[in-house]
């Protein structure tokens, strides 16, 4: 495989770095344990450090007394400033994350990578669009420098090995993405508004302009689809019309750009569970990178596997980079219907109502705008 410093667009494996207030004794040595423990990230205990990611317990009183400080100093001021807030009650944090008591040990690690990610993409160079000029019919503006998404730390595996695959999978069913995917697919059926609330925030499906409106903003979005779903606490339900402040203050996401950010933010890199590696899959559908969140090497993978079926390991043989690139694409390819097994007829996944308009080269959310 490509060695690390061979791939000029990825992002270098500095160690993350937290702190810890309000959280001593059995509680401190628990947690610097679990985050020794973990392989695919290194982490590193600091005391203070102006980037590390704060790790808050506000039911101690050294811990009420440093988020009070430091809401005190100026957080709304401070955006560069990471925290994750510990509590039996959960709280507002407009720069960081809550998570309330208690939690599992996987869903305190997925908050501290995605604001670890948020702190890798702040300081990523721009990227250069050198790849994508020479990809034909494919139009892209270039007056701005982009900066690449940065989707993981997951290292490449040997494929032949079940046991290191399995280390690299995960379920999609534990996190946001589809279960909003069923949502829009609700919402367009019913002609409906749903609510949906999860993690302490709500999100509404709206089938006439075919977007996702939410109070969250754009660069806390990710939190909500790397964190692990809790499906109790998950609720929905139908409206007849949007609230005032969600249509006056909420913001606006499209089905695709929203789900798609929700699939990379849950991959990170990883394979869905249960992924044939040598099964051949067809690109029915390219994404559309110019309204997409981008991440290395997106435009070659979709000019590779839309030149031809192939299977996830010779897709890793010919491109000979990073597996995490190809394993992120192909969950959300595959979960969005752009990927789909090559030997699969169209009859298999086309709607009974669609019309006969080449039903093959439209992806899922495509044929849900098609019966509004």
């Not at 690390?4 to 947690?31: C, H, Q, W, Y």
């Not at 050294?62 to 925290?83: C, D, I, M």
Request: hydrophobic content about 40%; proline content about 7%; glycine content about 4%.
């Amino acid at each position: 495989m490509t060695s690390l410093a061979a791939d000029m667009t990825d992002i270098s494996l500095n160690p993350v770095m937290v702190s810890f207030r309000g959280i001593e004794g059995l509680g401190r040595k628990s947690l610097a344990f679990l985050f020794s423990t973990q392989k695919m990230m290194h982490y590193e205990i600091v005391d203070e450090h102006p980037d590390a990611i704060q790790i808050i317990d506000i039911d101690s009183h050294p811990g009420k007394t440093a988020w009070e400080n430091l809401q005190a100093s100026g957080l709304e001021q401070k955006p560069h400033t990471p925290v994750i807030i510990l509590g039996c009650e959960p709280v507002e944090v407009e720069n960081g994350i809550s998570l309330q008591k208690p939690f599992l040990p996987r869903e305190l690690l997925a908050a501290v990578e995605s604001l670890a990610a948020e702190i890798r993409n702040k300081t990523a160079p721009p990227a250069a669009a050198t790849e994508r000029a020479s990809l034909p019919d494919i139009s892209f503006n270039t007056n701005e420098p982009e900066t690449l998404i940065h989707i993981g730390t997951t290292p490449d595996v040997n494929l032949d090995d079940p046991d290191a695959v399995a280390e690299v999978q995960y379920d999609p069913g534990q996190f946001l993405a589809q279960r909003m995917l069923e949502l829009i697919e609700l919402a367009a059926t019913e002609k409906k508004y749903i609510h949906a609330g999860c993690c302490s925030v709500v999100f509404y499906v709206d089938p006439h302009l075919c977007c996702i409106r939410t109070l969250v903003k754009e660069r806390n979005l990710r939190t909500f689809g790397a964190l692990p779903l809790d499906h109790g606490a998950f609720i929905y339900h139908k409206e007849a019309k949007l609230p005032a402040k969600i249509e006056s203050q909420g913001f606006s996401f499209a089905y695709e750009d929203f789900i798609w950010r929700m699939i990379l933010a849950s991959s990170r890199g990883r394979l869905p569970e249960n992924t044939d590696l040598d099964q051949r899959f067809a690109l029915q559908h390219w994404p559309n990178l110019t309204k997409l969140l981008p991440f290395p090497h997106l435009t070659q993978i979709s000019a590779t596997w839309s030149a031809s079926a192939k299977s996830i390991r010779e897709m890793v043989e010919e491109l000979g980079i990073p597996q995490r690139y190809i394993f992120v694409f192909f969950a959300a390819a595959s979960m969005m219907d752009y990927l789909r097994p090559a030997d699969a007829s169209s009859s298999q996944t086309a709607p009974l109502s669609a019309p006969k308009t080449k039903p093959e080269n439209m992806g899922l959310l495509q044929r849900l705008l098609k019966k509004r």
